[in-house]
């Protein structure tokens, strides 16, 4: 069965801990336990994405949409858009910077990650986690 619910937040800080709850609250409603791998990575991804969007996003954009979808075997997508027109990539960090490794976290917890265009509305960044197999 594949599920999937979809929230606008406000573009301020304080989403990006909601998004974060929303999200655990909708895989546990549908049946990721507290101790599922899964559930936790997709949290930590949403949360690096929303706060992509709260620090990168349009100045003039007052709201960013979450979405994540819970499919048949266990794995989890999570998409987070916004109306800028550009990409996030990975770069280069030094060992001394602070920031900048949210995409390489996103990378390396993710199967797989990419952009989706939404055209002259914007993009999609998106997220798959796969089940954990010890579950």
């Keep these: 069965m594949l599920r999937r619910n979809a929230f606008r937040l406000p573009r301020h800080p ?7 709850r929303r999200v655990r609250d909708h895989l546990a ?8 791998a899964a559930l936790e990575d997709a949290v930590l991804l949403v949360s690096e994405l929303a706060t992509n969007v709260v620090r990168h996003g349009p100045l ?9 979808t819970a499919l048949a075997d266990g794995s989890c ?3 987070v858009s916004d109306e800028g027109q550009h990409a ?9 910077e602070e920031a900048g490794r949210g995409l390489h976290l996103v990378e390396n917890l993710s199967a ?8 002259r509305h914007g993009k999609t960044v998106w997220a798959l986690v796969l089940a954990d197999a010890n579950s």
């Design 88 to 96: 996030p990539r990975l770069r280069s960090v030094g060992e001394s």
């Design 77 to 79: 997508l999570i998409e």
């Design 60 to 68: 003039l954009e007052r709201e960013f949409e979450v979405a994540v």
């Design 29 to 36: 409603d549908w049946g990721h336990g507290q101790r599922d």
């Design 112 to 119: 797989a990650w990419g952009v989706w265009s939404r055209g």
């Design 14 to 20: 304080a989403s990006v801990g909601l998004a974060r």
